[in-house]
């Protein structure tokens, strides 16, 4: 008996789970994020006021996309935009409004984009939960790279050092 009540035990929280709502990218996460950067570098550590914000426009498939740093009392407004290009496949682009247009991946609610800019690979991710987001960026500088071989076949792997990091924990509002 404790055995059959264990399995519909087993059952039962499988099944609430298989209810839980299921969340869209990015129609469930617009909104106003709001928190502090943690900015990491050989120097120190660093924090400033962050904002992010991702909201509807009127055209399907763009959305406004606006990262805010707040430093010395001073807002330094990024007005981008996120633009679908194959939804199912989890893929956008982030214009810049400058002609930058950087690709980015959506996978499980974490919009991802690598791109390289006057010698520094930078990596962001964007996570989305219920009621907060995270948000990272990772820098690497391209002419401090190891070039290293495999001993078998020689085949030749780069690695590069992380220099600085941003990262932010964001709470919608």
Do not use: C, W
Request: net charge negative.
């Amino acid at each position: 008996m404790k055995y059959i009540l264990s399995i519909v035990i087993v059952l039962l929280s499988f099944s609430a789970e298989a209810q839980t709502e299921i969340k869209t990218f990015p129609q469930d996460y617009f909104g106003i994020y709001k928190g502090n950067l943690e900015i990491t570098n050989a120097k120190g550590k660093k924090s400033i006021g962050m904002e992010f914000h991702l909201t509807k426009t009127d055209s399907v498939g763009i959305y406004n996309y606006k990262i805010v740093y707040i430093f010395d009392g001073k807002r330094n407004d990024r007005n981008y935009t996120l633009k679908t290009i194959d939804a199912q496949k989890g893929e956008y682009v982030i214009d810049e409004n400058n002609g930058i247009i950087l690709r980015a991946k959506l996978v499980d609610n974490v919009l991802y984009n690598v791109f390289e800019v006057e010698g520094n690979l930078l990596m962001t991710t964007e996570a989305f939960f219920e009621d907060y987001m995270t948000f990272e960026i990772v820098f690497s500088a391209k002419q401090a790279k190891t070039i290293t071989k495999t001993t078998e076949d020689e085949t030749e792997v780069i690695s590069y050092p992380v220099t600085v990091t941003q990262k932010a924990r964001l709470i919608k509002q």
